[in-house]
T-cell receptor, first 119, second 115 residues
């Protein structure tokens, strides 16, 4: 069974600090996808990134960067120079692709990390 | 191109009443997933539907909950005889084809409060 663990329940930083949100996953499949979503106080889910298991390149998008390491089953998310608007709950999620190459792809979410950025 | 539309945004029901949550997927998307987010928890998969078919309902409680995605119209998540423990945010997501490589678009959720 697949599992996603976000060990950090809450993180509090001061604006302009860098912050890393950890995500560790478990899966028996060799093909899978990893996601990060942001849930701001307004409650909607905002897609941030999707990464497949064959692409271990790190990715940077503005102040956001992701570090995918299959050897440690981790997909960590770093926000550089954090801002108050980054305050939200962040979810890491995993979706397996079955051995047959098809999947209905339901997502397994971590418990989420509450990030609070203080001015 | 409207996103995934969920309504209502907020729903209050008394214990024992029925709750109907609607999800209109993005245009061209025929795959719908429902998730439930209990207070201070992550999202949990409930059910996956394609048009007129339930593909996977492994996350649905065995009683009182049902889902449908008719040929015409939105997907409906129905909760009969609601109890306080049903209070949660219910999200739906849609995708154009099966599989995570096609991505998912989430709606804004329906917050159900049972009083």
């Amino acid at each position: 069974a697949q599992k996603v663990t976000q060990a950090q329940t809450e993180i509090s930083v001061v604006e302009k600090e860098d912050v890393t949100l950890d995500c560790v996953y478990e899966t028996r499949d060799t093909t899978y996808y990893l996601f990060w979503y942001k849930q701001p106080p307004s409650g909607e889910l905002v897609f941030l990134i999707r990464r497949n298991s064959f692409d271990e390149q790190n990715e940077i998008s503005g102040r956001y960067s992701w570090n995918f390491q299959k050897s440690t089953s981790s997909f960590n998310f770093t926000i550089t120079a954090s801002q108050v608007v980054d305050s939200a709950v962040y979810f890491c999620a995993l979706s397996e692709v079955s051995a047959g190459g098809t999947s209905y792809g339901k997502l397994t979410f971590g418990q989420g990390t509450i990030l609070t950025v203080h001015p | 191109n409207a996103g995934v539309m969920q309504n209502p945004r907020h729903l209050v029901r008394r214990r024992g009443q029925e709750a109907r949550l609607r999800c209109s997927p993005m245009k061209g998307h025929s795959h719908v997933y429902w998730y439930r987010q209990l207070p201070e928890e992550g999202l949990k998969f409930m059910v996956y539907l394609q048009k007129e078919n339930i593909i996977d309902e492994s996350g649905m409680p065995k009683e009182r909950f049902s889902a449908e995605f008719p040929k015409e119209g939105p997907s409906i998540l129905r909760i009969q005889q609601v109890v306080r423990g049903d209070s949660a945010a219910y999200f739906c997501a849609s995708s154009p084809l099966a599989g995570p490589n096609y991505g998912y678009t989430f709606g804004s959720g329906t917050r159900l409060t049972v009083v």
